[in-house]
Nanobody, 121 residues
Framework: QVQLVESGGGLVQPGGSLRLSCVASGSIFSINVMGWYRQAPGKQRELVATITPGGSTSYGDSVKGRFTISRDNAKNTVFLQMNSLKPEDTGVYYC???????????????WGQGTLVTVSS
């Protein structure tokens, strides 16, 4: 069984910073793309950022220049550094990863339970 566990969410004032972490554990042969999505109250889930095993990144337009995604392949961990936070960044942040549990299985998407980020004064 593979699971993703996020941490680092919380309450922060506008202009502040937070760093989210997500660790994959369980039966893991290899991990392809990892990333973050978020869902604000009453809105659809949207892409925040993704990163390949080689370090290529992509970002949603609303976070470009403020958020940075990174990963530690040896520790099966992905990070999201969030700077210059705005109230509209408030939401539940979900980690995901494309994981292959063994050589005879295909990659499948695995999602974390989410961590709440609240940006408010």
């Amino acid at each position: 069984q593979v699971q993703l566990v996020e941490s680092g969410g919380g309450l922060v004032q506008p202009g502040g910073s937070l760093r989210l972490s997500c660790v994959a554990s369980g039966s893991i042969f290899s991990i392809n793309v990892m990333g973050w999505y978020r869902q604000a109250p009453g809105k659809q889930r949207e892409l925040v950022a993704t990163i390949t095993p080689g370090g290529s990144t992509s970002y949603g337009d609303s976070v470009k220049g403020r958020f940075t995604i990174s990963r530690d392949n040896a520790k099966n961990t992905v990070f999201l550094q969030m700077n210059s936070l705005k109230p509209e960044d408030t939401g539940v942040y979900y980690c995901y990863a494309n994981i292959r549990a063994s050589t005879n299985l295909s990659y499948r998407e695995v999602w974390g339970q989410g961590t709440l980020v609240t940006v408010s004064s």
